[in-house]
Nanobody, 122 residues
């Protein structure tokens, strides 16, 4: 079993930056791929970014060039650096771990954190 805890969310003005962290404990975290997802009120959970055990990364189109996913295996932590934030980035952000066949598919991930809120004001 892998336990995931997100942190780093908060309130920021449009154009600002935040760095989210996803800290893992238990299991063999380094062997898993990790995805960041977000869910805004009244909307479905959507894929944001992905990194696998070999540091291959993949992003949703609307965050390319603004968000960067990375992992520190020594710290069992995955990060999501978010720059040039927009009001439409406002959501509850989750990290998830697993061995997804499709990196953007929610149901392909086994372990989930509780989420951290990101609010971007205009």
């Amino acid at each position: 079993q892998v336990q995931l805890v997100e942190s780093g969310g908060g309130l920021v003005q449009a154009g600002g930056s935040l760095r989210l962290s996803c800290a893992a404990s238990g299991g063999t975290f380094s062997a898993y791929a990790v995805g960041w997802f977000r869910q805004a009120p009244g909307k479905e959970r959507e894929f944001v970014a992905y990194i696998n055990s070999r540091a291959f990364t993949y992003y949703m189109e609307s965050v390319k060039g603004r968000f960067t996913i990375s992992r520190d295996s020594a710290k069992n932590t995955v990060y999501l650096q978010m720059n040039s934030l927009k009001p439409e980035d406002t959501a509850l952000y989750y990290c998830a771990a697993g061995s997804p066949t499709v990196p953007s598919r929610v149901s392909d991930y086994v372990f989930w954190g509780q989420g951290t809120q990101v609010t971007v004001s205009s």
